[in-house]
Every structure is written in C-alpha cells, then in structure tokens.
C-alpha cells in the first residue's frame, strides 16, 4: 500500500493532478473545484483508488459464504475511506479506515469503472 498522501481536483470539466494545496484551513470543495483525496491502493489493473472513484467490488469466497458483486463509490467518512453501494446489492464497508487498516491484496477485488463527475450516469443509472 502507497501511504502518500495526494489528491486530484475536479474544476468542472476535468480531473487533475494536485500539485500543490490551497493553503490552510482545507476545504475539499473550494469554488467550483472539488479535491479528492488518494487512498493509497489500486485496482486489479494498477489504477489509483480516489475518493469520488466508481469501483466494481467482487469478492466471492464460496458457496454459502458471504459474496458481493456490486458497485460501489468511494467516500470519506470521517476516519476513513469508505464504499457505499449504488447497484448489484452491495455491502456499506470501510475500504481502509485511519490508521491504514485494509484487507492484504484487497485491490485484487476492485476495478475502477468511473467517477462520480466523468461519469454521472453510472450513479444515476443505479
């Protein structure tokens, strides 16, 4: 897991790399830009997890066990980052809660398919 701490920023009409923060006190909606933070894991393909981020999460251990095929978006949720279902059934579960409590090779079971700005649709389609 990747602890650094960075962000991307949504100005309303496309998503950037931070490189340098507004200064203090951090608001994570400033203007019209929307800044969200990394969480320090990846997906099955390598790509960066972010607040705002539409994953599909599969995690099937076997018959009779607790399974989930769904998706889900990404969110804060005051200690930690957090997947609420938007379709498929799926589970209200910490994704990493503070201090960088995860499950080992947890990224296995993600897939980026969006976010919630570039892609509007995927949340309202739910």
């Given at each position: 897991?990747?602890?650094?701490?960075?962000?991307?920023?949504?100005?309303?009409?496309?998503?950037?790399?931070?490189?340098?923060?507004?200064?203090?006190?951090?608001?994570?909606?400033?203007?019209?830009?929307?800044?969200?933070?990394?969480?320090?894991?990846?997906?099955?393909?390598?790509?960066?997890?972010?607040?705002?981020?539409?994953?599909?999460?599969?995690?099937?251990?076997?018959?009779?066990?607790?399974?989930?095929?769904?998706?889900?978006?990404?969110?804060?949720?005051?200690?930690?980052?957090?997947?609420?279902?938007?379709?498929?059934?799926?589970?209200?579960?910490?994704?990493?809660?503070?201090?960088?409590?995860?499950?080992?090779?947890?990224?296995?079971?993600?897939?980026?398919?969006?976010?919630?700005?570039e892609n509007p649709e995927l949340v309202e389609a739910a």
């Amino acid at each position: 897991m990747n602890r650094e701490v960075r962000f991307r920023a949504w100005d309303g009409k496309c998503l950037r790399p931070v490189t340098k923060l507004p200064s203090l006190p951090f608001e994570t909606k400033q203007g019209n830009v929307t800044f969200m933070q990394f969480t320090g894991l990846v997906d099955k393909n390598g790509r960066e997890i972010y607040e705002g981020d539409i994953v599909h999460y599969i995690y099937q251990p076997g018959p009779r066990l607790w399974n989930c095929d769904a998706i889900h978006v990404v969110e804060w949720k005051s200690t930690g980052f957090h997947m609420s279902p938007i379709s498929g059934g799926g589970i209200n579960a910490w994704l990493i809660a503070v201090p960088g409590a995860y499950m080992p090779n947890c990224q296995r079971l993600f897939e980026v398919i969006g976010n919630v700005h570039e892609n509007p649709e995927l949340v309202e389609a739910a």
